[in-house]
Nanobody, 126 residues
Framework: QVQLVESGGGLVQAGGSLRLSCVAS????????MGWFRQAPGKEREFVAA????????YYADSVKGRFTISRDSAKTTVYLQMLSLKPEDTAVYYC???????????????????WGQGTQVTVSS
């Protein structure tokens, strides 16, 4: 079982940037994959980004492609979401999540992710 703790959220003006962090414990994921989701008030949780480090493939929602980047540290215990050129519509609670299938191949359904953090709030003002 993986325990995940997100941080790095906050209030930022449109056009600004933030970097979210997700610290994982309980299982190393050197050959695994991780993802980020977000949920705005009154909306369903939606896929943002994910990566399978074993395959070297990244996946991004169209709405964030070119602005957000998923990465991890050299110790392979922290996953990041670098967010640039933020827009008010990026406002949401952001969650990191570990896919149930360690051979992750790009699914974007929240139900296919089995471990979740508590979330970190990102608010982008216009």
């Amino acid at each position: 079982q993986v325990q995940l703790v997100e941080s790095g959220g906050g209030l930022v003006q449109a056009g600004g940037s933030l970097r979210l962090s997700c610290v994982a414990s309980g299982r190393t994921f050197s050959s695994d994959a991780m993802g980020w989701f977000r949920q705005a008030p009154g909306k369903e949780r939606e896929f943002v980004a994910a990566k399978n480090w074993r395959r070297g493939i990244s996946y991004y929602a169209d709405s964030v492609k070119g602005r957000f980047t998923i990465s991890r540290d050299s110790a392979k215990t922290t996953v990041y979401l670098q967010m640039l050129s933020l827009k008010p519509e990026d406002t949401a609670v952001y969650y990191c999540a570990a896919p149930r299938d360690t051979n992750y191949s790009g699914t974007r359904r929240p139900g296919d992710f089995g471990s979740w953090g508590q979330g970190t709030q990102v608010t982008v003002s216009s």
